[in-house]
């Protein structure tokens, strides 16, 4: 479960396209261990944030701090020691078409580490076996389901032993079952192994059922209007807009 430690600090970051303001003046704070949602409607830049994050986009200001060490102000050097504690998960999978499931998670071992092949094949079993594809090593991405690939990329983002899983809207494209199932999976990782998650999602289901804490981002005003659990956002925030954004589809299920 999540602790008071903070692991990640955003600080009065703004995002943007040359002079097109994306978001600006984010603040906030994401504990050790703990599931941490960025959620808001299509558009208000929730990507963007995660790119400014992993180091795939650098902000117009501010910066983000990891374990009190600010990334964007640090060298390139430096920035790229940050991003081996990182693992990342991004929406369409990119699995390699023309690797196996094993040769795609191998592929970091090989690059980043000294491992022999057999070791790095012994590394890329487990990690499958963690998500529930003992078995699956000689498969091709082509071979498996949607829910089963998402899953072999979460493999493949664990490779190296992050301390900070990056995940970009995970259940896109799965069905309810499989997008609960890669939820319980994203659960039982974070319990069993401590690390820090950071998902982007809009998905109310996936939010209600994983998430700790959350940062609520806006298309008009182009900032964050709220963090906090989002359940206790839905119930008792005083923002209509999160909570309209979070009390959707309840209508109709009354």
């Known amino acids: 479960m999540a602790n008071a430690d903070p692991h990640i600090v955003v600080e009065n970051l703004t995002v943007a396209y040359g002079d097109f303001v994306i978001q ?8 050790r261990s703990e599931i941490f949602v960025i959620m808001g409607g299509s558009g208000c830049g929730k990507s963007t944030l995660m790119k400014a994050m ?4 650098s902000p117009a200001e501010g910066d983000v701090y990891y374990e009190g060490k600010a990334f964007w102000a640090a060298s390139e050097r430096d920035r790229e020691a940050f991003k081996r504690k990182f693992g990342t998960l991004f929406q369409a999978g990119a699995l390699w078409s023309s690797m196996t499931l094993a040769e795609n998670i191998g592929l970091a071992l090989r690059l980043y580490t000294d491992l022999k092949q057999a070791e790095i094949r012994d590394v890329a ?24 690939r998402k899953r072999a990329s979460l493999a493949r983002a664990m490779a190296l032993d992050p301390e900070i899983l990056f995940f970009d809207e995970p259940s896109a494209g799965l069905d309810p079952i499989s997008a609960q199932l890669l939820d319980d999976l994203i659960l039982e990782l974070r319990d069993s192994l401590g690390t820090t998650v950071v998902i982007v999602t809009h998905e109310l289901a996936s939010i209600f059922a994983i998430a700790d804490n959350s940062v609520f981002l806006d298309t008009d005003t182009k900032t964050q ?11 008792h925030s005083d923002n209509f807009v999160v909570r309209n954004f979070l009390q959707r589809g309840a209508a109709k299920e009354q």
Do not use: C, H, W
């Open 24 to 31: 600006r003046n984010l603040e906030f704070t994401v504990s």
């Open 54 to 57: 992993i180091g795939l986009k």
């Open 125 to 148: 079993s487990y990690k499958l076996m963690l998500v529930g594809l003992a078995g699956f090593e000689d498969y091709y991405p082509s071979q498996i389901s949607g829910g089963m």
């Open 225 to 235: 209007l709220a963090t906090g659990n989002p359940v206790e956002l839905r119930d």
